[in-house]
T-cell receptor
Framework: GIQVEQSPPDLILQEGANSTLRCNFS?????LQWFHQNPWGQLINLFY???GTKQNGRLSATTVATERYSLLYISSSQTTDSGVYFC????????????FGKGTKLSVKP | NAGVMQNPRHLVRRRGQEARLRCSPM?????VYWYRQLPEEGLKFMVY????????ESGMPKERFSAEFPKEGPSILRIQQVVRGDSAAYFC???????????FGPGTRLTVT
């Protein structure tokens, strides 16, 4: 099956710093989503981005489907950005279920 | 438009009891997915349902677990004779027809004592 790898696994930032999270996938995809799991365990939809670039406030994402990777940019990080960021994909030949990466755990220090 | 709703948010069961988890998809969404997150792990797909049909249950444990999405009412994930290893967060997601984008509920945290 398709493999989804995220890097780095852990990231510690000072408030105000910028960061880039990476997601590599091993096969063609129909869907790619980025999620933020906050410290209370809730999964927040960040982006639906099977290809191209999107921006939402301090966050932006780019997926290059032909090269099988996606990047999530966080600018001017805040302590509320802490949590785990997951990338998830729907394989091109699947019924629609998401395959999740193991996540990047982000800690933003004040 | 209300989001995906799950209840209960927290559920405690003793070993051997049954757990029933409910999921109401977003209005207009006809596809429901269940995922499980074990402690310190990522999310794993369990089952994909449309109204009155199981489309893909390749991620469901072979025994004790079942799911349904009736014509009326919420989707139900049922775990019979729970064991401590079933303790996890169970998330439901829904998507509209002809879209792969999934929207997640707040999850049900099951604790088996």
């Amino acid at each position: 099956g398709i493999q989804v790898e995220q890097s780095p696994p852990d990231l510690i930032l000072q408030e105000g710093a910028n960061s880039t999270l990476r997601c590599n996938f091993s096969d063609s995809v129909n869907n790619l989503q980025w999620f933020h799991q906050n410290p209370w365990g809730q999964l927040i939809n960040l982006f639906y981005i099977p290809s191209g670039t999107k921006q939402n406030g301090r966050l932006s994402a780019t997926t290059v489907a032909t090269e099988r990777y996606s990047l999530l940019y966080i600018s001017s990080s805040q302590t509320t950005d802490s949590g785990v960021y997951f990338c998830a994909v729907v394989n091109g030949g699947s019924q629609g279920n998401l395959i999740f990466g193991k996540g990047t755990k982000l800690s933003v220090k004040p | 438009n209300a989001g995906v709703m799950q209840n209960p948010r927290h559920l405690v069961r003793r070993r051997g009891q049954e757990a029933r988890l409910r999921c109401s998809p977003m209005k207009g969404h006809s596809h429901v997915y269940w995922y499980r997150q074990l402690p310190e792990e990522g999310l794993k797909f369990m089952v994909y349902l449309q109204k009155e049909n199981i489309i893909d249950e390749s991620g469901m444990p072979k025994e004790r677990f079942s799911a349904e999405f009736p014509k009326e009412g919420p989707s139900i994930l049922r775990i019979q004779q729970v064991v401590r290893g079933d303790s996890a967060a169970y998330f439901c997601a829904s998507s509209p027809p002809y879209s792969y984008e999934q929207y997640f509920g707040p999850g049900t945290r099951l604790t088996v004592t």
